[in-house]
């Protein structure tokens, strides 16, 4: 019997991994607020392609340095080398006879992304994308929402509220700046659920008038 269970579990471990190779010429994105696990997931994606010995390309924002100049990083404080860019169109230029593609921060870049995306599935890459879907006002962020439309598979995932423990709807911002673009962590933005959020503004906006 434990040789019967041995044995399978072996084969499903095969299947996984060839799985991996089956899965080209596709986009996925993975999406939500910050600290719910975007980075990570993009990151397990990215290790399991290379444990299925696939040749794999990384690439995030040169402004995202929060953690490292050039290592993708999660909040969990994991990392896989990457490539910082300025354009997506480096990533055209950067990940000729590359398997699977992964960008990370991908809201920081800008709107011809899909397009860019579109073209490598439509070579026969795997695309994995990790982003912020909303900025800290709940408004659509960058390329996501269009890559979200073309994706072949979307992954919404979510934080945990701070004050009330139910699923995170989007970051709200702590520090008093205005501009879209604000690198930040805890100390400058908390997962809120969509009624914690409405409260925050309006606290927000009385403390501010």
């Known amino acids: 019997m434990k040789s019967d269970l041995y044995f399978c579990s072996i084969m499903a471990n095969i299947d996984s991994i060839n799985g991996e190779h089956r899965r080209r010429g596709r986009i996925e994105v993975v999406c939500g607020s910050m600290f719910s696990g975007k980075t990570e997931e993009l990151i397990r994606r990215m290790k399991r392609a290379q444990?299925?010995?696939?040749?794999?390309?990384?690439?995030?924002?040169?402004?995202?340095?929060?953690?490292?100049?050039?290592?993708?990083?999660?909040?969990?404080?994991?990392?896989?080398?990457?490539?910082?860019?300025?354009?997506?169109?480096?990533?055209?230029?950067?990940?000729?006879?590359?398997?699977?593609?992964?960008?990370?921060?991908?809201?920081?870049?800008?709107?011809?992304?899909?397009d860019v995306c579109n073209e490598l599935a439509n070579r026969g890459v795997r695309v994995i994308v990790a982003g912020l879907d909303m900025d800290f006002k709940g408004v659509p962020f960058g390329?996501?929402?269009?890559?979200?439309?073309?994706?072949?598979?979307?992954?919404?995932?979510?934080?945990?509220?701070?004050?009330?423990?139910?699923?995170?709807?989007?970051?709200?911002?702590?520090?008093?700046?205005?501009?879209?673009?604000?690198?930040?962590?805890?100390?400058?933005?908390?997962?809120?659920?969509r009624d914690c959020y409405q409260k925050a503004i309006e606290e927000d906006k009385n403390s501010n008038g």
Do not use: M, W
């Open 143 to 193: 390329p996501i929402p269009a890559l979200c439309a073309i994706a072949d598979d979307v992954t919404k995932v979510h934080a945990i509220c701070v004050k009330c423990g139910s699923l995170a709807y989007v970051s709200h911002r702590l520090v008093d700046n205005d501009k879209r673009v604000l690198l930040g962590e805890t100390a400058e933005y908390e997962p809120l659920c």
């Open 51 to 114: 444990f299925a010995k696939q040749k794999v390309e990384i690439f995030k924002p040169s402004i995202d340095v929060r953690y490292s100049d050039e290592d993708v990083v999660s909040h969990d404080r994991n990392a896989i080398p990457s490539t910082p860019i300025d354009s997506s169109a480096s990533i055209l230029l950067l990940s000729s006879d590359v398997e699977v593609v992964g960008i990370d921060e991908a809201q920081f870049l800008d709107n011809h992304l899909p």
